[in-house]
């Protein structure tokens, strides 16, 4: 299927998902934790019982991070949320997947993307990483840069995913918040434009541990790492 086509189908399930929140009553953002996949909802659950983890310093902007969200949602705005590492390869999508379950889950309105600075693909460490953590993944093209279809349960549309620069479609043009999620793409968009918010949530890239025996455990740590950081975020949101 070519990449267009794709791109459309993408912008129609994220008007879908849009539309959807609008109805969903008091909570704003869907049927919550019943949409998500039981292992999903398990894994959040775990995540929750680990907020006290979470070091002062970055807990800080996690709450400048939720207040952004609860001011736009108070506005009755959903607010467009954009992941950034450099190659929009590991870290990026994994924040925009788990920003996705976590909002469902506590009843938030947000849409979840994620870009680069660069085009590389999607790595099939992460991809394997979240799918351990109960998320369904399917590829559906086999070119360079795969595109694939990621699910956090059967009541949330679907995400299209594959590597991409922060501007590029179907990502928002402007009026988003960007999350830099790895130093090395903060250093290197002093400005992100369109952005009118912006938050450094970096941590440790997981590539450093590819092709050792350390390798999925790097992985599993970093995905857990970024599902409680999001998880916080739209509890303290959802207040």
């Excluded at 460490?125 to 349960?153: N, S």
């Amino acid at each position: 299927m070519a990449r267009g086509v794709l791109l459309c189908v993408a912008c129609v399930a994220a008007g879908l998902a849009w539309l959807g929140s609008l109805g969903a009553g008091s909570e704003g953002g869907g049927p919550g934790a019943d949409a998500l996949y039981p292992k999903v909802r398990e894994y959040l659950d775990q995540r929750a019982g680990e907020f006290g983890q979470i070091e002062p310093e970055r807990r800080e902007v996690l709450d400048q991070f939720a207040a952004f969200i609860r001011e736009q949602n108070a506005k009755g705005q959903t607010p467009k949320l954009v992941f950034i590492c450099t190659h929009n390869s590991r870290r990026s999508h994994m924040g925009q997947v788990w920003a996705t379950a976590a909002a469902k889950m506590c009843g938030v309105k947000v849409a979840a993307y994620s870009g680069g600075t660069e085009v590389t693909k999607f790595n099939p460490r992460a991809v394997a990483a979240l799918e351990r953590a109960g998320v369904h993944i399917e590829q559906t093209t086999d070119d360079e840069d795969p595109v694939y279809h990621v699910k956090v349960g059967e009541g949330v549309p679907s995400l299209t995913c594959f590597s991409k620069k922060y501007g590029d479609p179907p990502n928002p043009k402007h009026d988003f918040a960007a999350i830099m999620t790895c130093d090395q793409a903060d250093a290197q968009c002093p400005v992100v434009q369109g952005a009118i918010a912006r938050f450094h949530t970096g941590s440790v890239d997981p590539k450093a541990a590819d092709g050792t025996k350390d390798e999925q455990k790097a992985y599993d740590e970093r995905c857990a790492q970024i599902a409680r950081e999001v998880l916080y975020v739209m509890k303290e949101a959802g207040k």
